[in-house]
């Protein structure tokens, strides 16, 4: 199938390392941040997602950090595996109700996990 | 429960056709939002509609416009196709206007020639 990593910043990990993936958001009114996976010729999927009056937030091996004054987010995952392979996205968006719910996303990066 | 659909999976067409796009979102949310994905890219904001009413655009030409139905449904139409517009075209839904979690579907993959 095509690849979506075509021209992205690609970080190669081993299988079972832990992998960091790093996202600058742009918009310092952005209040609730968002990370997704997109395998080839798919679409985005959710991982995690982190509000702005937070700045850690723990899932099933994954962890997103926020720093609110460098404008940046953060998503950590253990024990990488094979299936872990694939573009992250890191998303911000302003919540309620007079807020639309566009999405800005970042550049992507390409997580290549090497058995 | 079904995830967001969308209708057709792939779509070629040629320049100065109009094509349309069809998404179904996930049973209960009532926000519907579309993206355009150019190869390499991450996804660019087109349109949000919420209770049939468009809430947000993005900075796409007049080329495109979309709707939304009674039963929360979407299309998106894009007259007088250009080259440039060949992506991957996502829908996303939300439970409401402003909620945050947003839930993609696989995407219709358009190509212009």
């Known amino acids: 199938g095509e690849s979506v990593g075509l021209h992205l910043p690609t970080l190669s990990v081993q299988e079972g390392d832990n992998s960091i993936i790093n996202c600058a958001y742009s918009?310092?009114?952005?209040?609730?941040f968002i990370w997704y996976k997109q395998e080839s010729g798919k679409g985005p999927q959710f991982i995690i997602d982190i509000r702005s009056n937070m700045d850690k937030r723990q899932g099933q091996r994954v962890t997103v950090l926020l720093n609110k004054t460098v404008k940046h987010l953060s998503l950590q995952i253990a024990a990488t595996q094979p299936g872990d392979s694939a573009v992250y996205f890191c998303?911000?968006?302003?919540?309620?109700?007079?807020?639309?719910?566009?999405?800005?996303f970042g550049t992507g990066t390409l997580l290549a996990v090497q058995p | 429960d079904a995830g967001v659909t969308q209708s057709p999976t792939h779509l070629i067409k040629t320049r100065g056709q109009h094509v349309t796009l069809r998404c179904s979102p996930i049973s209960g949310h009532k926000s519907v939002s579309w993206y355009q994905q150019v190869l390499g890219q991450g996804p660019q904001f087109i349109f949000q509609?919420?209770?049939?009413?468009?809430?947000g655009r993005g900075n796409f030409p007049d080329r495109f416009s979309a709707r939304q139905f009674p039963n929360y449904s979407s299309e998106l139409n894009v007259n007088a196709l250009l080259l440039g517009d060949s992506a991957l075209y996502l829908c996303?839904?939300?439970?409401?206007?402003?909620?945050?979690?947003?839930?993609f579907g696989p995407g219709t993959r358009l190509t212009v020639l």
């Open positions: 509609y919420y209770e049939k009413e468009e809430r």
């Open positions: 996303a839904s939300s439970l409401e206007q402003g909620w945050g979690e947003q839930f």
């Open positions: 998303a911000e968006n302003m919540l309620g109700g007079g807020a639309t719910n566009k999405l800005i």
């Open positions: 918009n310092s009114a952005s209040d609730y």
